[in-house]
């Protein structure tokens, strides 16, 4: 099957930094990539729809100044947590549509001291 | 959001035992898939159902589609320790995936 990367796999931050993930596909061009948010012992929540050439649809409750997704590319879309906090500290799973199916990164995850 | 809702929410069960989810969901889907996490790891994707579908296989695996219950189930049979992991059903309704809250499957040796 087709295979999405991420970048980097895990990232340590202070509180007051930005940190961004990169979520590339590597043998496909997605003009939709999806990137998702999960907590410890949670499920993934759906955080935002990232299009290639366009602004990113965001889910009921997620910040978009917050959380900046810029899609620049067919091959990658990257998201930005901007003046992290303890409580972003998460695991990042990205996806990307290739035709009919959906792949998913491996994740990052990220810690915000 | 949230779409699919599964249940138990964990399970242990002894090796060699079938383990059996269920997963409900709320709106129309074209398919309904289901994807194994080891903890503290990214996604694998077990299994796809299509909404015309309601059973299928996959080696020790069967999963079965209710459309008219909005329900699913994830039927993995012999299980072995490896098996441990969280399950999820996830759904496809408006071209976004979304996913259940998951069961924690623990084989207990």
């Known amino acids: 099957g087709a295979v999405v990367s991420q970048h980097p796999s895990w990232v340590i931050c202070k509180s007051g930094t930005s940190v961004k993930i990169e979520c590339r596909s590597l043998?496909?061009?997605?003009?939709?990539m999806f990137w998702y948010r999960q907590f410890p012992k949670q499920s993934l929540m759906l955080m935002a729809t990232s299009n290639e050439g366009s602004k990113a649809t965001y889910e009921q409750g997620v910040e978009k100044d917050k959380f900046l997704i810029n899609h620049a590319s067919l091959t990658l879309s990257t998201l930005t947590v901007t003046s992290a906090h303890p409580e972003d500290s998460s695991f990042y799973i990205c996806?990307?549509?290739?035709?009919?199916?959906?792949?998913f990164g491996p994740g990052t995850r990220l810690t915000v001291t | 959001s949230q779409q699919g809702e599964e249940d138990p929410q964990a399970l242990s069960i002894q090796e060699g035992e079938n383990a059996t989810m269920n997963c409900s969901y709320k709106t129309s889907i074209n398919n309904l898939q289901w994807y194994r996490q080891n903890s503290g790891r990214g996604l694998v994707h077990l299994i796809l159902i299509r909404s015309n579908e309601r059973e299928k296989h996959s080696g020790r695996l069967r999963v079965t589609l209710d459309t008219s219950k909005k329900s699913s189930s994830l039927l993995i049979t012999a299980s072995r320790a490896a098996d441990t992991a969280s399950y999820f059903c996830?759904?496809?309704?408006?071209?976004?995936?979304?996913f259940g809250k998951g069961t924690r499957l623990h084989i207990l040796p």
């Open positions: 996830a759904t496809d309704g408006e071209d976004k995936i979304i």
């Open positions: 043998d496909f061009q997605a003009t939709t």
């Open positions: 996806s990307a549509v290739d035709g009919h199916e959906q792949y």
